[in-house]
């Protein structure tokens, strides 16, 4: 059994769940957490829901739910090293893209301009919408009732005016603090999980090439090792070696720099972390800077390549569409979804009609969001 640090995450002292439940016999309360998300619907739906590429564009690119996975086993290794709760930090990695839309951040992007004048739409937001009111599944409380310390790991960025009302999980966004040191790992995670497989799926994809690559600092370093080392190496080994490798030196340099900031401030308990004023999980400077530069590298070359640029232009009709139908006209959503907009509706208004409708939208995987759009707007589709 893990050892944990003084300042690690404890479920005895943990600020415990929004309802009350008996303490699990044979496993602790972060283990269920974990056990609930990935039991629950939208962790199932994360399979057909887009990393950077459609999931009908090829089975060998991530999707949310294998990045989710990686996030998980990245974060895990980290805990391990820096005793703190693995288990939490699974949780929190698993649990963090269940509010994502279809089509990624375009379909972020999109839903959120319908949002525009009802709240607005923001998938960290979405994501504890879905663990605390939107899974329904147990007898006794609504969504999955997960403990604050996994809900506030969820919950990586919020605006003033939402964390004026989510209550204690709110405070820290408030009050200028700091999330547990398992929240900010699986944080830079999830950093380093999706950048250095997004360079993997763009060469798989063929809009990245070794040789643009190569003016990216890191990736240049590790290739150019790889090469000089294991002269004749297959291409396709070759490009998983440098992967691994950048991936370790990120996650090396990330351990020995928290390591330092953890000795130089001493926390002697979760409430340290969270008044401390600095994040105490953290890259060096020098790996910022590359970090920085991969991300610059990726955002130019990789996100705005006119192939994902296509897909991004067809997912925001698509998801524009399918909101102005369903806001427009409620006796286009399935009985169950229609129910969910009127009693929303007739809580909060417009907004709340507008909420429910994002909700729906929000669930959908890439697959379903584009059946749906030809079973409304294509005369041929007659169901």
């Known amino acids: 059994m893990q050892t944990l640090a003084p300042f690690a995450a404890d479920e005895t002292t943990s600020h415990g769940r929004v309802y009350d439940e008996p303490k699990p016999?044979?496993?602790?309360?972060?283990?269920?957490?974990?056990?609930?998300?990935?039991?629950?619907?939208?962790?199932?739906?994360?399979?057909?829901?887009?990393?950077v590429f459609v999931n009908h564009e090829g089975d060998m690119f991530r999707t949310r739910l294998t990045h989710s996975i990686e996030v998980a086993q990245i974060g895990?290794?980290?805990?391990?090293?820096?005793?703190?709760?693995?288990d939490l930090i699974e949780a929190i990695a698993l649990a963090h893209d269940l509010g994502h839309t279809p089509f990624g951040h375009a379909g972020q992007d999109v839903l959120n301009d319908c949002m525009r004048d009802h709240g607005?739409?923001?998938?960290?937001?979405?994501?504890?919408?879905?663990?605390?009111?939107?899974?329904?599944?147990?007898?006794?409380?609504?969504?999955?009732?997960?403990?604050?310390?996994?809900?506030?790991?969820?919950?990586?960025?919020?605006?003033?005016?939402?964390?004026?009302?989510?209550?204690?999980?709110?405070?820290?966004?408030?009050?200028?603090?700091?999330?547990?040191?398992?929240?900010?790992?699986?944080?830079?995670?999830?950093?380093?999980?999706?950048?250095?497989?997004?360079?993997?799926?763009?060469?798989r994809a063929g809009l990245l090439t070794i040789e643009q690559l190569r003016e990216v600092t890191l990736f240049r370093e590790q290739y150019d090792?790889?090469?000089?080392?294991?002269?004749?190496?297959?291409?396709?080994?070759?490009?998983?070696?440098?992967?691994?490798?950048?991936?370790?030196?990120?996650?090396?340099?990330?351990?020995?720099?928290s390591l330092e900031l953890i000795e130089d401030h001493n926390p002697r308990h979760i409430e340290d972390v969270r008044q401390v004023g600095v994040d105490l999980i953290t890259f060096s400077e020098p790996m910022q800077?590359?970090?920085?530069?991969?991300?610059?590298?990726?955002?130019?070359?990789?996100?705005?390549?006119?192939?994902?640029?296509?897909?991004?232009?067809?997912?925001?009709?698509i998801i524009r569409a399918l909101f102005v139908a369903f806001f427009t006209d409620v006796t286009l959503l399935p009985p169950e979804q229609a129910n969910n907009v009127r009693w929303l509706e007739k809580e909060s208004g417009e907004a709340g009609r507008a909420r429910a409708v994002a909700d729906y939208i929000a669930g959908m995987t890439d697959r379903f969001a584009i059946l749906e759009y030809e079973r409304i707007y294509n005369p041929t589709q007659l169901t």
């Open 25 to 51: 016999s044979y496993r602790s309360e972060y283990q269920r957490d974990r056990d609930r998300i990935i039991h629950s619907a939208a962790f199932r739906r994360l399979e057909y829901k887009t990393q």
């Open 76 to 86: 895990r290794s980290i805990a391990r090293v820096l005793n703190i709760n693995e």
């Open 120 to 203: 607005g739409f923001e998938h960290n937001m979405q994501s504890l919408r879905v663990v605390d009111e939107l899974e329904e599944k147990y007898a006794d409380f609504p969504g999955l009732n997960l403990t604050f310390e996994t809900r506030e790991g969820i919950l990586k960025h919020c605006s003033v005016k939402n964390a004026q009302q989510l209550g204690e999980l709110g405070e820290r966004f408030l009050n200028k603090q700091h999330p547990s040191l398992e929240a900010q790992t699986a944080n830079l995670a999830d950093q380093i999980a999706y950048n250095n497989h997004d360079v993997d799926d763009g060469l």
């Open 225 to 257: 090792y790889v090469v000089a080392t294991y002269p004749g190496l297959q291409r396709r080994r070759a490009i998983h070696e440098t992967i691994r490798r950048m991936i370790n030196r990120q996650v090396v340099d990330l351990l020995e720099t």
């Open 289 to 317: 800077k590359l970090n920085l530069e991969m991300k610059q590298f990726l955002r130019e070359n990789l996100y705005r390549n006119y192939r994902v640029n296509r897909m991004s232009a067809k997912a925001e009709r």
